[in-house]
């Protein structure tokens, strides 16, 4: 051994494991027929409320379980368990978002044969849950009212990786300065598939367009 | 946010490259981190320290190169720089279509390590 610093090639992607552990969970989920969805958005922004509604919604036609990170409480999963729908409690024990392998280990707990969709409220958090793949099909976000027009520009990345984009608290936009049509050209510039539908969980305003496009989606993933 | 997760990983991956080389120590790790991601270098260095302690990487250095935000143009296909900053207005730069998909800016990326 020499003490001549010398240079050894690495070349290796960080994520790449959680990258391989996502791809392999959606290639299990797909055998098994289990449509999964990662919903994302910041804390307060109406998650669970509209997990309810969306389930609400779609409950005659698909069977949900829903998946939920929390850092350390479990009043989540207890407001879905109590609509009669099978959840899993993930506590992340501070960590700020899901990775593929939490997601595995929770989908692991629900009966993944007697479910046709599963949804992932993911740790409410717009910037870490945007790094990391759960393995979902489809990632879904919410940006609510009150949260303001700006967010697309303060947080880019959770605004290019989500597929849907939820306006949450439409019914707040008589009270607020949220200029709609701006934040929608600042969405589209980051990401022109960007599907964005406006909803109040609240009212349910909304709910029922959000819905369709997430069966017609579903029905496409499980071949029926 | 989600540096520490990010930096155990490093270690894992610098700890398992080091391991069929006969080395003493690992000096520096250089790592390209995708302008997009919100790490932030101070705190990855910081939990390196920590983890590291003990292992061959220990007080090694991370070196950071951001690495730039590439833009493809929906419209026609060229691909192009930009800041972070812009990226809420950016506009192709050969025929100003706004509508634009992004190729890259975040990559987390252990590119090569010194050691001794």
Known sequence: ?224 | MHELPITERILEIVLKHASGHQIRKIVRIHLAIGALSDLEGEWIQRYFDYLSRGTLAENAELAIRPAPIVLRCASCSRSFEITRDELGHARCSACTESRVELVSGREYLIENMEVM
């Open chain 1, 1 to 224: 051994m020499s003490d001549a610093v010398k240079l050894i090639e690495v070349k290796e992607e960080i994520q790449a494991d959680n990258a391989r552990v996502a791809d392999g969970l959606r290639a299990q989920l797909a055998e098994k027929r289990t449509f999964l969805v990662n919903l994302m958005s910041a804390p307060g922004a109406g998650k669970t409320r509209t997990i309810l509604r969306t389930i609400e919604a779609l409950r005659d036609r698909w069977r949900f379980g829903v998946l939920e990170a929390d850092i350390d409480s479990t009043v989540d999963a207890e407001r879905v368990a109590a609509v009669g729908i099978a959840a899993v409690q993930l506590r992340t024990g501070g960590f700020c978002h899901l990775d593929a392998s939490m997601v595995a280990k929770g989908l692991a707990a629900l009966d993944l044969d007697s479910l046709d969709a599963v949804i992932i409220e993911n740790v409410g958090n717009l910037v870490c849950p945007a790094e990391f793949d759960t393995g979902a099909v489809k990632n879904v976000m919410i940006l609510s009212v009150p949260e303001g027009d700006d967010k697309p520009l303060k947080y880019p990345l959770m605004f290019t990786v989500s597929d849907v984009l939820l306006v949450n608290k439409i019914d707040y936009l008589p009270f607020s300065d949220f200029d709609l049509e701006a934040m929608r050209e600042r969405v589209l510039r980051l990401n022109p598939r960007m599907q964005i539908f406006e909803i109040s969980a609240k009212t349910g305003q909304g709910v029922d367009q959000w819905a369709a496009w997430l069966d017609g989606e579903a029905r496409r993933f499980l071949g029926n």
